[in-house]
T-cell receptor, first 116, second 110 residues
Framework: EAGVAQSPRYKIIEKRQSVAFWCNPI?????LYWYQQILGQGPKLLIQ????????DSQLPKDRFSAERLKGVDSTLKIQPAKLEDSAVYLC??????????????FGPGTRLTVL | DAKTTQPNSMESNEEEPVHLPCNHS???????IHWYRQLPSQGPEYVIH???SNVNNRMASLAIAEDRKSSTLILHRATLRDAAVYYC???????????FGAGTTVTVRA
């Protein structure tokens, strides 16, 4: 079974530039998550999709971050304009069902973003 | 979110057992205890979860205290591949997200 795919793996940009990350979840998984992981910390949820609808985006800095999940499959996360503090690893995860106490999330390898 | 407390780091020798403690004194009766780990340069991966009884799978064992205020993840024979950050996470019925703390960094010596 193919895992969660993400691209690119690495990205270096200058502040105020824009950047986009792509995620392809495990086939058949209805729920997709984007997490941000700053160096030395655990991942923090940015946004959750159930099929192509947003369930929770309360932690997404909406003035600069946006995300979409077209047709309930692939997703893109965009930052425009980027700030230095956006330097982090951006992780995509998917799960079969809509969360809950026993639902397992499967993570991709992440995209490491460096903002100069 | 219910909170967990883990040591910052632990060291082990290869092929020896590793016992990773997690304190969760404010756990509610409906919280499940989940463990994920993150290998270097990879995303987190699921290890094990439990509610009240001890659990075993091919990766590890989870021992849960009778009062559920603490638990221990047991790696029976550590290998170099087990070097990772291990996260102990509580999840209630409506917890769709995983609330990660800083975790425990496990180092395995050859």
């Amino acid at each position: 079974e193919a895992g969660v795919a993400q691209s690119p793996r690495y990205k270096i940009i200058e502040k105020r530039q824009s950047v986009a990350f792509w995620c392809n979840p495990i086939s058949g998984h209805a729920t997709l998550y984007w997490y941000q992981q700053i160096l030395g910390q655990g991942p923090k949820l940015l946004i959750q999709f159930q099929n192509n609808g947003v369930v929770d985006d309360s932690q997404l800095p909406k003035d600069r971050f946006s995300a979409e999940r077209l047709k309930g499959v692939d997703s893109t996360l965009k930052i425009q304009p980027a700030k230095l503090e956006d330097s982090a690893v951006y992780l995509c995860a998917s799960s079969l069902v809509a969360g809950g106490r026993t639902d397992t999330q499967y993570f991709g390898p992440g995209t490491r973003l460096t903002v100069l | 979110d219910a909170k967990t407390t883990q040591p910052n780091s632990m060291e082990s020798n290869e092929e020896e057992p590793v016992h990773l403690p997690c304190n969760h004194s404010t756990i509610s009766g409906t919280d499940y205890i989940h463990w994920y780990r993150q290998l270097p340069s990879q995303g987190p991966e699921y290890v094990i979860h439990g509610l009240t009884s001890n659990v075993n799978n091919r990766m590890a064992s989870l021992a849960i205290a009778e009062d559920r205020k603490s638990s221990t993840l047991i790696l029976h024979r550590a290998t170099l591949r087990d070097a990772a950050v291990y996260y102990c996470i509580l999840r209630d019925v409506d917890d769709y997200k995983l609330s990660f703390g800083a975790g425990t960094t496990v180092t395995v010596r050859a």
